[in-house]
């Protein structure tokens, strides 16, 4: 079956629409509404009109599915006119401090008029006057830059089922925003960040650490140190023309961070090594004791807040491990100071993260300084004159937190907490340890269940892929799992909400390439095979879940759900649902 | 992305349903919406507190503040525009001294404009404590509210109680 | 009458329960018994029917008391009626009907004696209704100055005119009104002593779907919510799209300011709709039927309450109606005061619970509506056609138009016109038979300037072009619509640019915010005409904006036209682009020179102080609420014209009428 767009005749599927023809034959039709995570489009911005031949009215190309025959045109006269007349209507409605914007520069709705030739000031009148939200340690919002276009209610509701935001009042007033005009912090938000991620304009943003590490670079008493997160040089490198491995990207990575004044660069998968060790440990422990069952993972800090302000009862479930950032806090601060002899030094570390959550996480936690995502980490470089897709210097990761597996690097995808634990599991368990790929575990597939057996034990695991799917899991899922990793961002990681904007499925699947690359070209395969791991328990921890790991590697959680949106009038309490969803 | 990643929002729909005719019953019993109410009816229905505030807001009919004794609704429907039913808007705002809300100075009154009542054939018309007044002027008007602040000043415990109409046809 | 006589068996013999449904219910009701054959039973039926019809033995007042009716003091009408009756001892029944249209005249009375005599009359009000029951109680004066008409035979009245023959009846043609101010509203017998739920019956019992589907298709019905889709043609999709449940909509969310013909209908005839809507439900397979109904009709809700219990009492509602095995139940649900909630897909949203947002079309609800299932909604006045055609047949109802046109329309006739109220009249009547011949023109020593028909989503038609017929087609050529049938009528006190900014403010304070064009452009339209009905203060930027305000309008109203998401949006500008186009000079007098030529623009107003008489008193400087008055105590004032709002205050409080308006 075939259309025509622009004379040009293009091939499609039954149920394509429109818009998907003509963004995969190169033909651009603006659009700021609709998402491809989402299934169902909002048409609200109306930008993506398009005329179709026997037909009097426009069309939005987001919703038109296409049809054998079908004659579109996409840039006429009066399309022009209608979508200049839209974007000059938007910006009479939105600050014009461009300047000054985080999103200078990645702006679409800046984009769009420069595109469609804008005309400055055309019409006057009436503008937003919201109060900015900086309530949060994680997420800002300016509401007065919001287009509202929806991508971000879109995220929020139906790809992450969490709705701490919606449209609120009506028409002209219309805004996003948590219920009662609150801040972020009361929300319920568990800071995934996945409408920042998405969000076209400066409305939403991370609260930018950026600023507060180039003053501390530039701080002669302070010590700088790094951690690198396994999905940012799987990101970083697909920048690149041919993309290095994660291994050579990560050293890539020490030596930019070096030149601009980072004294060292560690390896955050080093600590997710450490991480299996503890947490398998644990699943063992629970398994074999009679503990609680099924063991949710918690590596994923959106995922923490969501249990403990929506599902306390989950509580009890979740494993007491911290997450690898917050190991590699905690091991850094205690360990390296001693070890590179800067005992009498203020040591100031900064986790280079994917993610938005672990801003909070941060905060609540300790260890860790500053957070910066993936796209402060373009600031960064910006900031210091680094182009950084041409760099080609390469260090080697500092000791003694360098060294980590291919199941460490699959931390950065869904599915790959529970392959990597997996195969120590099944080590520590005295049974052989498994080699192939787990791709029960891997994909994008939103929830995952499958069985695996350890020795005589038939063990039911599942992967939750975003936030979205723990209702599908609990309400839909098997009732007698043992073990579930639930990633709070759809792709785990790897579409983290720190990840650069734009991020579209098909950049997923690239991603999740070069992690499964990085794990396929590993020496080493499983965590327990770690030496330096290995060496760390001998000389300083013990063994896991000993002493000295419970101190620096475990934590405890806390039942938030009374604060989200406490009300102003009395005193409620939210108080845990009935579990009736939670399995045992 | 797999497939319909809405699932979750299917078991809940059912109770969604009910959600506006329950914040119509608050109001109804209440006089307005408290957050209290709307956290409580957001856990109800498994429905986050956002989007029941999203629900609220989005209707004209939903008040997040207590209204005065007396409610004046007036019509700012077509005919009642033609029949310069801003006049008695202009009028009432002069006389009751309405804050940028509606409420008069002294919170005895709530003025609001409202939708087209239907009444058009009357034109203009408002609302006093529930009951229509149609083919009002000014002078009609000021009747009215003599009547009320007459009833209101001899039994001040019981306002709202009796139309005042007795007292304007009198 | 809460209880049902006609429902009630005749004798032992008799075997009709709600509990039993039987196919022929509403024949033996209506023309029976047909379960036995018994003389005194049929005699003792057709007594029934007949009191049923007369409101009950002996004298009954038929009050019009529908929401119009109250507001022009109804409800203190009947009260002071029940305390003269009781007083007295009267033994005359009090019954409560709806609007019989002709709102003007109300509160319109009906006297019914034990004979059978109806006669009208109207004009009543709390203060002269004593006068009234004197004249008919005490004195026997039937003739008296209120009189208006006869129903019927009425020997001894043969030269009071019928009420079809008097000028605001007799060039309307009422089908759907036809019971409407005449039956009890509240009394489901009161209904079927006029023929209620027979066509329903029929169509229930001797029908297929896809026959009822035809028939209405055959018809000619459109949608009478002001699209104007065909009726038949929607319900045919729904019937063929397979699914395991569909729904009905009624839409009564009335929300076109100038429009309460579907708020009549309700409070006049609720069987009607529940019959129309039991019929449409069938011809679809649809066994969940919703009505949503604007909050600001409360009675109509009542009403509605009211008429749905009965109907399920009496087993016209419920499982198995008729022993059909069509089950049918009506949920009503109340609008919150959102205008989009008119629109198809916002309904939905709105019912399941969200904001009444629209959503794109396709897929159309009738193919995936409410829940994701076929769903056809209809208008009020679309389902109260519905009987009608069942009943007498497709051909009938197209005879009823003019020309190409099917049915009657229901208009809601206000504004500036002598006879306000409701008119039914043939589709494709010529709107000036309506305003003229039935409105009466315009009030004493005024002429008429336009019509606006179709609500904000319509446009005003000037006088000389009211000879287009009320056809779909020829009102969109004229840029107005046929709307759901509001008609507003302006004289020359009206000024168009403040009619156009009128409608601009009620669709910006409407729109749902959800599509760019309409959120922002319609602010802006708004913006810019309230410029325009303001004297530029100042800058010369001011007046340079005026000027480019006008460009503005025909883009941004060009733009939401073509762009927006639904159809409120994509007819927001109708009003702004008909003024344009007919009254093109009444802009051009406010931009080039401040002037607005209806007096109507406070913010064009001039007002003069006149030095001569003013004595200082400081009355008007008090009350000026933009401080635009100068002027020492006991020494003559003056306004400072820019700051001047033009609101008159000032012009009040002067004790020696030294203020005058001068331009």
Redo the contacts between chains.
Sequence with gaps: MSIVINGRELQFRPGETVLQIACRAGIKIPHLCSLD???????????C?VEVEGSP??Q?SC?L?ASDGMVVHTHTP?IL??RR??VE??V??HPPDCLGCHRAGTCELADLARELGVRPR?????KKDHPLDISSSAIWRDPNKC??C?RCVTMC???Q??????????????QV????YKGINV??CTYCGQCVRVCPTGALMEHSHVDAVVSELGDPNTVVVAQVAPAVPATLSLGRSKPPTVPVMLEHLAAALKQIGFAAVFDTAFSADVTIMEEATEFLGRLQGGGVLPMFTSCSPAWINYVELHRPDLIPHLSTCKSPQQMAGALIKEIYPKYAGLEDKRIVLVSIMPCTAKKYEAEDLGDVDYVLTTRELTTLWDRFGIDFNKFEDRLPLDPPFAEATGAARLFASTGGVMEAAVRTAASLAGAETPTAPLNEARG???VKCFTFDVGDTTLNLAVVN?L??V??LL??GPADLHFVEVMSC?GGCAGGGGQPYGTE?ADLHRRLDRIYDADAHAEVHSSHENQSVAALYEQYLGQPLGEVSHRLLHRTYTDRSSG??A????Q?K?GARAGAGAPH | ?????????Q?AELSREQLIPLLQEVQAKDGYL???A???L??ALD????????VA???NQFRFAPLGEHVIEVCRGTACHVKQSLTLYQHLERRLKLRPDGNSADGRFSVLSVACVGACSIAPVIKLDGEFYGHLTVEKLDALLDGIDKHDTESPTEPNQEQPTEASHS | MNRSVLIEPCCSLCTHSPGRPCPDLITCIQEGPLCHDDDTCRTLRAERLETVRRGGDGTVLFVGAGTCGRANGALHVIAKTKSYLEERSVPARLVEVGCVGFCQREVFVDLQKGDGLRLSYCDLTPDNVDEFLEAVFEKNELRNRFLYGRYGEAPGYEDVPLVADTPFFSRQTRVVLENCGLIDPASLDSALAAGAFAAAARALTTMTREEVCDMVAESGLRGRGGAGFPTGQKWKVALNTAAHQKYLICNADEGDPGAFMDRAILEGDPFRIIEGMLIAAYAIGATKAYVYCRAEYPLAIARLQGAIAQCRKAGLLGANILGSLTDLDIVIKQGAG?FVCGEETAILASIEGG?G?P??R?PYPAVAGLHGMPTVLNNVETLANVSGILRNGPAWFRDLGLGEAAGTKVFALSGRVRNTGLVEVPVGIPLREIVYGIGGGAPEGHQIKAVQIGGPSGGCIPDEYLDVPTDYGKLQELGAMMGSGGMVVMDERSCMVDVARYFMEFI??????????C??????MY?ILTALTKRPVGEEIQRL?RFRGLL?LE??A??IK????CGLGQSAANPVLSTLRFFRDEYEAHILEDRCPAGVCQGLRTYAIDTATCVGCMACKKVCPAGAILGERKSAHYIIVDRCLGCGACVDACPKQSITLVA
């Design positions: 995570w989402s299934p169902s489009p909002s048409a609200s911005c109306r930008l009109v009215k426009l939005t919703t599915i009066r006119k209608a007349t839209i209507l938007m009479a409605n055309q019409y006057v009148g009436i287009v509202l929806g509701h139906q790809i089922g969490v709705g701490a935001i919606d449209y609120i009042d009506r028409g002209f007033r219309t925003g948590p219920g009662f929300s319920g994008l597939d939103e975003g979205g799917q209702r599908t309400e839909e759809p499925a989200v949106l009300n102003d009038d009395a409620t939210r | 992305m797999s497939s319909a990643p809405a699932t979750l929002a078991p408290s957050q209290t709307m956290t409580e957001a856990q429905t986050p507190v956002a989007s029941v505030y999203g807001t989005f209707y | 959102a904001r947002m959503r794109p396709p910006r304070n409407e729109s749902c915010g959800k599509c760019t064009p959120r922002e452009g319609t602010t802006r913006e904006e503005h883009e941004l060009a733009t073509e762009t927006s998401l």
